[in-house]
């Protein structure tokens, strides 16, 4: 147990039957009346965003959290994952992956976040190198950078690219905004 003064953004908290992260803290003195936390909290289950305002010094409990570098195997009715370092294998349902899925390539190394042994979420690793399988044919003299055409790489995400880019080409995504980066080869 801690106490809301001593929150930190990024903390990891046990409320209300759930995880939540505190994505934004601030005490507040006001003139008259007691002291109190003004918070942002994001809960890890779901992905909602509330605010929530607690007592100074009111006591909450802390989610210890722990990590695990895993790599992706394969899906079936699950999405499956493997430890590296005791080959242990996990499955994991769609909901725990959430929208990440569009990203999984097998032998993919991620980090699966776990709260009492039991997997909530997973995080990708923020670049990923991915083939296009399917865009519009690019044109010669066609270098343009500001104008994007959608492509569908090989996960079957769909990512805006550059007019330049073909199908076959291996190309750079930022995972945490779907963004085109830069295009690896040909």
Partial sequence: ??????????????YDESLFEVLYFQHVKPGKGGAFVRTKLKNLYTGAII????????????????TKKMQYLYKDEHYNFMDL?????????????????????????????????EPISIELPVALEAKIVKTEPGVK???????????????????QVPLFINEGDIIKIDT???????????
């Fill in 141 to 159: 003299g066609d270098t343009v950078s500001n104008t994007f055409k959608p492509a569908e790489i090989e996960t079957g995400a769909l990512v």
């Fill in 51 to 66: 605010e929530k305002t607690f007592r100074a010094g009111e006591k909450v409990e802390q989610a210890i959290l722990e």
């Fill in 176 to 186: 945490r905004s779907s963004e085109y980066i830069t295009r690896v080869s040909k």
């Fill in 85 to 117: 370092g005791t080959y242990e294998q996990v499955a994991l349902s769609g909901e725990h992956v959430g929208d990440k899925k569009k990203f999984l390539l097998e032998n993919l190394d991620v980090t699966i976040v776990f709260y009492k042994n």
């Fill in 1 to 14: 147990m801690i106490t809301t003064n001593d929150l930190k953004n990024g903390m990891t908290l046990f």
